[in-house]
Nanobody, 121 residues
Framework: HVQLVESGGGSVQPGGSLRLSCAAS????????MGWYRQAPGQQRELVAG???????NYADSVKGRFTISRDNAKSTVLLQMNSLKPEDTAVYYC???????????????WGQGTQVTVSS
């Protein structure tokens, strides 16, 4: 059984910063891509940032230069540093991990439970 546990969401004023963390645990054999999506009320879920096992990153145009994704492979953790936050960044943020578990020998995508980020004055 694999679990993704997120932390770090909250409320912040425009221009502020937050750091999201997502840790994968369980019977994991190998982790591939990791990243973050977000979903605002009435909107479709959109990719925010992703990072491959080799460290290559990609970002949504709307967050380039403000958000930084990183990963700690030893801790099976993906981080999202969010700076210069704007009201339009308000959403529920979901981490994802493509991994192969020791129980199911195929690559699957697992999701975190979601964490609310609210940017408001």
């Amino acid at each position: 059984h694999v679990q993704l546990v997120e932390s770090g969401g909250g409320s912040v004023q425009p221009g502020g910063s937050l750091r999201l963390s997502c840790a994968a645990s369980g019977s994991i054999f190998s982790i591939y891509d990791m990243g973050w999506y977000r979903q605002a009320p009435g909107q479709q879920r959109e990719l925010v940032a992703g990072i491959t096992s080799g460290g290559s990153t990609n970002y949504a145009d709307s967050v380039k230069g403000r958000f930084t994704i990183s990963r700690d492979n030893a801790k099976s953790t993906v981080l999202l540093q969010m700076n210069s936050l704007k009201p339009e960044d308000t959403a529920v943020y979901y981490c994802y991990t493509d991994l192969m578990s020791a129980v199911v020998p195929e690559r699957q995508t697992h999701w975190g439970q979601g964490t609310q980020v609210t940017v408001s004055s």
